[in-house]
């Protein structure tokens, strides 16, 4: 309509005028309802034209959408194993912090684990105990069994002096040199005892401990499990466990933790393909939510997508027909408030209309450019100024269409 009174501000009234003043036609006269298309044609005819040009030039370099979305992610509040709730410390719609607990499930299986991995941490500290005192009993008898021997080897000695004088049986010096090797074996024997207990010690039994320890911190974790803790700060919604229920964190999830800064710092908007070539990052652009009616709020695109996620396929056992892509898709552009705050007061999924702005002027300020872009560029950046003016009339009749039009 904007373009229309515009174009025919250019083409219709002038026509008009020269014909009534400059001709003489009068109204009701020459001028009547069944001549106007034959007295005005020309300028009907270039109103018509003029307005199909602007309203392309308006929606192509300054384009818009009504598929504006402040689009938010939840948490869905999971544990890491199934069980039986046994106790509930939050409610519905009550606000939490990150780390704080969200309920608790069943741990008798969890405790007695960690019971059991602590009764073997004391097990192999008991042994370890009894180890040393081995140990401590194994340097007697290594000493007692280097008596032994030292004798064995000191009474053989003196028999086998004696037997040169044939003063004892060479019988007796056998037996005495047998009596050495079975003292030496039983010294090895000892000797090879405390060298195990002390590698039981040394190596063994911390090995064994180490593996008791990590059993235990194990048996810590599937304990601590048991406690689910929200993990951003946030408010809980759709929470209704109850002590008793059963959780699965494949089947059935316990509700959902809306994050404290979810969908209020971008807006996400799906403009046309053909306005691929137009959408940069950087471009100015304003919005209006229904969430916040009569307020334009100032934006910048941060970023566009490089894909159109109509066109996305998953590898299956039957080739894609490209029939079945039967909506063409809209291009993803990511904005952001261009003052800080600029979205507050505008509720996490709020629908929304935007505009984006083509600005110019950094190729006004060329000293090499033509004449005819200089204008047609001048021209493109004025027209921007006719979308800013619907964009405030929608954002004025927004509310009558909500509330009035569309009903209840």
Request: neutral net charge; hydrophobic residues 40%.
């Amino acid at each position: 309509m904007f373009e229309l009174i515009l174009c025919s501000l250019l083409t219709i009234v002038p026509d008009y005028l020269y014909r009534r003043y400059g001709q003489g036609k009068r109204i009701g006269r020459e001028i009547t309802l069944y001549s106007v298309w034959y007295e005005l044609r020309w300028g009907i005819s270039a109103c018509l034209l003029l307005t199909i040009s602007l309203i392309t030039m308006i929606f192509y370099f300054h384009p818009s959408t009504s598929n504006v979305t402040a689009i938010f992610r939840t948490v869905t509040i999971l544990p890491e194993t199934g069980g039986r709730v046994e106790e509930v410390y939050v409610g519905i719609n009550q606000k939490v912090q990150a780390g704080d607990p969200l309920f608790r499930l069943n741990s008798d299986t969890q405790q007695a684990a960690l019971d059991a991995s602590r009764r073997k941490i004391a097990e192999v500290d008991a042994a370890m105990k009894v180890a040393q005192s081995e140990l401590a009993s194994a340097d007697g008898e290594i000493k007692q069994a280097q008596g032994d021997y030292q004798t064995a080897v000191d009474e053989y000695e003196m028999k086998k002096q004696l037997l040169k004088n044939d003063a004892v049986a060479r019988r007796e010096v056998e037996r005495l040199e047998t009596n050495i090797d079975s003292r030496k074996g039983a010294l090895d024997s000892d000797i090879a005892k405390k060298q195990t207990l002390q590698t039981q010690i040394e190596e063994l039994l911390p090995a064994q401990k180490a593996s008791a320890e990590a059993a235990e911190k194990q048996a810590q974790v599937d304990l601590d499990k048991t406690v689910v803790r929200a993990g951003v700060t946030g408010t809980v919604q759709q929470f209704t466990l109850r002590r008793g229920d059963v959780v699965n964190p494949l089947l059935r999830p316990a509700g959902i933790l809306v994050p404290e800064s979810a969908g209020k710092n971008v807006l996400i908007a799906g403009f046309g393909q053909i306005e691929a070539q137009v959408l940069k990052t950087g471009m100015i652009a304003e919005a209006t939510c229904i969430g916040r009616p009569f307020t334009i709020i100032p934006m910048v695109v941060t970023e566009v997508q490089d894909v159109i996620a109509a066109g996305q396929y998953r590898p299956t056992d039957q080739l894609l027909d490209v029939r079945q892509v039967s909506q063409p898709g809209t291009l993803t552009v990511f904005m952001e408030p261009l003052f800080t705050g600029g979205l507050n007061g505008v509720p996490p999924g709020s629908s929304c209309i935007a505009n984006a702005y083509t600005n110019n002027h950094d190729a006004l300020a060329d000293k090499n450019i033509g004449t005819l872009r200089w204008i047609f560029l001048h021209v493109v950046d004025t027209v921007g100024l006719v979308h800013a003016m619907i964009l405030r009339l929608q954002a004025l009749l927004l509310p009558v269409q909500t509330l009035v039009l569309q009903g209840h």
